[in-house]
């Protein structure tokens, strides 16, 4: 009996997930929406069922994957991966933030393997393409430009390829942040749906209840003295500790945020005081998201919530 459930339930849900892949494959532009839908049916089966039978379920949506379109490949790969990761952090009954850092890595993971495959299967070197489609843009550019009869110096040209190539420097970044959101939506989504469908509890702790690990102020800060060091720009080490720094500084303003929300809770202040420093920070980010970090760092670094919290 427990096979035979276990088997409608696989069927059922794979179903789903090919019928939203058919719909992000025909409709264009919906998979910024369905990107954080597909992972959905695999989160569900793996919280139910475990690894295994999870496994199974993937490797035969994959076979049914290869004969849509070689560009489902890409979809059922990440939404796989991620989705399950997400879904045994669950059937473990781990914390809503420990899921979501394991869903996180399940999405860096299943873009790296999209990555590595569009490479050996389709020859395609992905960082040559963007490298060239800078070049293309910036080209337009300085013809744009030189249409409307402004002149462009060698010196603005540079600048503006120096910007572009940082961004792509910055790539590994903007994968972990891509792997962060899809992972915290699809999370979200399917909590709502495994409390609805099997009573279960889940839910995300108030944010202002975020803490990381002190070790990240380290990490943040060895990164910040190897920025010191004089490196190859485009290197490993260079797009190593940059990247580093980026995803750790981001890390800290989310325990800034968190921090001002505690406060504000803390001291009975309205919500829209916190809410709109955080609108501040956001709209002049220079100023807003560095003062915000520094917050990070002190409330990280000296546990200012347990001073706050025990003082009378």
């Not at 919906?30 to 999870?54: C, D, M, N």
Request: with cysteine; aromatic share 14%.
């Amino acid at each position: 009996m427990g096979n035979s459930k276990m088997l409608k339930d696989g069927m059922l849900l794979g179903a789903l997930y090919i019928v939203s892949l058919l719909i992000t494959l025909i409709l264009p532009g919906i998979e910024l929406l369905t990107i954080f839908i597909l992972p959905i049916p695999f989160v569900v089966f793996s919280a139910k069922y475990g690894w295994r039978p999870s496994s199974i379920v993937f490797f035969f949506v994959l076979c049914i994957s290869l004969f849509i379109s070689s560009v489902s490949i890409p979809f059922t790969i990440v939404a796989g991966i991620g989705g399950i990761m997400v879904g045994l952090a669950i059937y473990q009954k781990l914390t809503a933030y420990e899921t979501w850092a394991r869903g996180t890595l399940g999405f860096v993971i299943s873009f790296l393997v999209v990555f590595i495959l569009i490479q050996v299967l389709f020859s395609v070197n992905l960082i040559e393409q963007f490298s060239l489609t800078i070049d293309e843009s910036l080209e337009t550019s300085k013809q744009i430009l030189e249409g409307f009869g402004m002149e462009t110096s060698e010196e603005v040209l540079e600048q503006l390829e120096e910007q572009m190539y940082q961004i792509l420097n910055l790539i590994p970044f903007i994968l972990v942040m891509a792997a962060m959101l899809i992972g915290f939506i699809s999370q979200w989504i399917s909590y709502k749906i495994l409390n609805r469908i099997k009573g279960n509890k889940l839910y995300f702790p108030v944010f202002r209840d975020f803490k990381l690990p002190k070790v990240m102020i380290w990490i943040f800060f060895f990164a910040i003295l190897l920025t010191l060091f004089p490196m190859e720009q485009g290197s490993m080490m260079y797009l190593g500790v940059m990247n580093v720094f980026h995803l750790a500084g981001l890390l800290i303003v989310l325990q800034g945020y968190s921090f001002i929300l505690f406060y504000a809770h803390k001291k009975g202040i309205s919500i829209a005081i916190p809410i709109i420093a955080i609108i501040f920070s956001i709209i002049i980010p220079f100023i807003g998201l560095y003062i915000i970090r520094i917050l990070g760092i002190i409330d990280l670094g000296f546990s200012l919530r347990d001073r706050i919290s025990n003082s009378k």
